[in-house]
């Protein structure tokens, strides 16, 4: 079983940045594509990035294009979400996921695509 942990979260004022991170504790962490979810308060989980395995092909929901940036680095077991002038709607708890299966990353959009999730971390951005 793959566990991660997210972390780099926090409380932010709007126009600022931050760079969340998510290890993994799977050895074969780099034979998988990643992906980054969102949740604010009374709303649903929400796709932000994905990344494929080898890291040279992402895809982001059109609300965060231009903003974030998802990477990862295999050597460190991590995969990063740089969020670059964050709104008060940026507000949520992010969590990193491990999709079920491999794929195009553009498909792996939907919460049942994946199969091992963080326990997230807040981020809160002030107006």
């Known amino acids: 079983q793959v566990q991660l942990v997210e972390s780099g979260g926090g409380l932010v004022q709007a126009g600022g940045s931050l760079r969340l991170s998510c290890a993994a504790s799977?050895?074969?962490?780099?034979?998988?594509?990643m992906g980054w979810f969102r949740q604010a308060p009374g709303k649903e989980r929400e796709f932000v990035a994905a990344?494929?395995?080898?890291?040279?092909?992402?895809y982001y929901a059109d609300s965060v294009k231009g903003r974030f940036t998802i990477s990862r680095g295999n050597a460190k077991n991590t995969v990063y979400l740089q969020i670059d002038s964050l709104k008060p709607e940026d507000t949520a708890v992010y969590y990193c996921?491990?999709?079920?299966?491999?794929?195009?990353?553009?498909?792996?959009?939907?919460?049942?695509?994946?199969?091992?999730w963080g326990p997230g971390t807040q981020v809160t951005v002030s107006s």
């Open positions: 990344i494929n395995w080898n890291g040279d092909s992402t």
């Open positions: 799977e050895r074969t962490f780099s034979s998988y594509a």
């Open positions: 996921a491990v999709p079920w299966a491999a794929g195009s990353i553009g498909r792996l959009t939907s919460t049942g695509s994946y199969r091992y």
